[in-house]
């Protein structure tokens, strides 16, 4: 069986079970994504809840709580979806999707740093867009955005002041923004991991 079919099979055991559809709407690829490999990314209803942090911890149900803050790692409200995939506190299935994300992630540096030496623009926001639907399938906010933007810088474009861009004016901000995805990524990843290693049950 296919990540992808596993996915929709989980999905329609929780639906059976609770008696009403999951949180999010998953279709674990990501059909706009022009880079010729499968996302994790699905489409998640937007959420209204606050953003959190990394400070987390289980309420009476199980589910995974978290400070408020505007310093987001995770977004445990999109988190929290994944893990209730799982159909234990083994985590077998999320870790799955959490262990693909890591190999999609150090993949995408590495194509993105050679995108860059080439200075090929539509590969470069081909890879943004990518990332930035892995991330949001995990609440991963810090890499979302910056993948964006890397995205739209690809596409010459600054959606934030409102103006065009030149080649040299795009490949500078995308070199400084890989530089600073990278290190937004570390920071995810080790929250993520150290997470799985105190919640997780053999």
Same mark, same amino acid.
């Given at each position: 069986?296919?990540?992808?079919?596993?996915?929709?099979?989980?999905?329609?055991?929780?639906?059976?079970?609770?008696?009403?559809?999951?949180?999010?709407?998953?279709?674990?690829?990501?059909?706009?994504?022009?880079?010729?490999?499968?996302?994790?990314?699905?489409?998640?209803?937007?959420?209204?809840?606050?953003?959190?942090?990394?400070?987390?911890?289980?309420?009476?149900?199980?589910?995974?709580?978290?400070?408020?803050?505007?310093?987001?790692?995770?977004?445990?409200?999109?988190?929290?979806?994944?893990?209730?995939?799982?159909?234990?506190? *083994? !985590?077998?299935? &999320?870790?799955?999707?959490?262990?693909?994300? =890591?190999? %999609?992630?150090?993949?995408?540096? /590495?194509?993105? #740093?050679?995108?860059?030496?080439?200075?090929?623009?539509?590969?470069?926001?081909?890879?943004?867009?990518?990332?930035?639907?892995?991330?949001?399938?995990?609440?991963? *906010? !810090?890499?979302? &955005?910056?993948?964006?933007?890397?995205?739209? =810088?690809? %596409?010459?474009?600054?959606?934030? /002041?409102?103006? #065009?861009?030149?080649?040299?004016?795009?490949?500078?901000?995308?070199?400084?923004?890989?530089?600073?995805?990278?290190?937004?990524?570390?920071?995810?990843?080790?929250?993520?991991?150290?997470?799985?290693?105190?919640?997780?049950?053999?």
């Amino acid at each position: 069986m296919s990540f992808d079919d596993k996915a929709a099979l989980k999905t329609s055991e929780i639906a059976k079970i609770s008696g009403k559809p999951t949180s999010g709407n998953l279709d674990f690829r990501d059909k706009d994504s022009s880079v010729g490999r499968a996302s994790i990314s699905p489409t998640f209803v937007k959420s209204s809840s606050p953003k959190y942090t990394s400070s987390t911890q289980e309420n009476g149900e199980g589910e995974v709580e978290a400070s408020s803050s505007s310093n987001v790692i995770i977004d445990m409200s999109i988190f929290n979806q994944i893990l209730e995939l799982d159909e234990d506190e *083994t !985590h077998e299935f &999320s870790q799955e999707m959490v262990e693909e994300y =890591y190999s %999609q992630a150090a993949q995408t540096f /590495k194509d993105m #740093d050679a995108a860059l030496a080439n200075k090929d623009l539509t590969k470069l926001s081909d890879l943004g867009h990518f990332l930035k639907g892995s991330s949001a399938t995990l609440g991963v *906010t !810090h890499v979302q &955005s910056s993948c964006e933007k890397i995205q739209r =810088y690809g %596409q010459l474009r600054d959606e934030e /002041k409102g103006i #065009d861009l030149s080649d040299k004016q795009a490949l500078d901000l995308i070199a400084q923004l890989v530089s600073q995805v990278k290190v937004e990524y570390a920071v995810a990843e080790k929250w993520m991991r150290n997470w799985y290693k105190e919640h997780t049950r053999e």
